[in-house]
């Protein structure tokens, strides 16, 4: 089994799903006691989003960067951003460490693929929805990517700092995000990724009226596929 490699802390709500994802996946994939061997560098989220709204990038591409080499020192064979937003340094973390980083616009590409599925909506931070880092990472696969008008984007991205980073999961917030949603939907989507790891713990498949893409479990799962193979 290879050692997973986690930067985390992005928030810490999204990190603990990960590890449960994993060990969970892991569990049932070899039985028993079995679970994930991995390596976790939880950052300072305040720090990180500090710099996010400051657009100052490259800065925060460095924090990731140097924690990815503490991972790699530690022994991780394979690499994972535990955070969609994040992967916008994506490539200025790949180029400080030596192990593969697995990329979650990949993962979660070839899982709306897989189902058959070309046009799909896009959730997450406004950073995630109104930049080419992603969207554009998606649309190289072929797919032909919606997102939120801007009073969706507005009210999807003060959710998830204000209140999914913090833990707190509100109906209301539940009902704003089905409203979302469906405009998406009616604009012709055919599934929708849920491209924020805190989403996650608010909207289910039960939430929606076409098939979600959960970001997170498909990226735990193709980092156990990866390690166990």
Same mark, same amino acid.
């Given at each position: ?14 990190? /603990? &799903?990960?590890?449960? %994802?994993?060990? *969970?996946?892991?569990?049932? #994939?070899? =039985?028993? !006691? ?11 989220? /305040? &720090?990180?989003?500090? %710099?996010?709204? *400051?657009?100052?990038?490259? #800065?925060? =591409?460095? !924090? ?11 022994? /991780? ?153």
């Amino acid at each position: 089994m290879k050692t997973i490699g986690l930067l985390g802390g992005m928030s810490w709500e999204s990190t /603990a &799903e990960y590890y449960r %994802l994993l060990n *969970e996946l892991t569990r049932d #994939e070899l =039985g028993g !006691l079995h679970s994930a061997k991995c390596v976790l560098y939880s950052v300072d989220f /305040a &720090e990180v989003e500090h %710099l996010q709204s *400051e657009g100052r990038w490259v #800065e925060a =591409g460095e !924090l990731l960067a140097s924690a990815a080499r503490s991972v790699e020192a530690a022994g /991780a064979d394979l690499l994972l951003i535990c955070t969609n937003t994040m992967h916008k340094v994506a490539d200025q973390v790949q180029a400080a460490v030596q192990i593969p980083l697995l990329h979650l616009a990949d993962t979660t590409a070839a899982a709306v693929q897989a189902a058959g599925v070309r046009r799909v909506g896009l959730l997450g931070t406004a950073f995630t929805m109104e930049q080419d880092f992603y969207r554009g990472r998606l649309a190289s696969h072929g797919l032909d990517v919606l997102v939120p008008d801007t009073a969706g984007r507005a009210a999807v991205h003060r959710i998830i700092y204000e209140e999914l980073c913090l833990g707190v999961i509100r109906d209301e917030s539940r009902a704003a995000y089905q409203a979302v949603i469906g405009e998406l939907v009616a604009g012709g989507a055919e599934g929708v990724i849920l491209g924020c790891t805190e989403i996650e713990l608010l909207i289910h498949p039960e939430h929606s009226p076409v098939p979600v893409f959960p970001t997170t479990r498909l990226h735990a799962a193709a980092a156990v596929t990866a390690a166990l193979g």
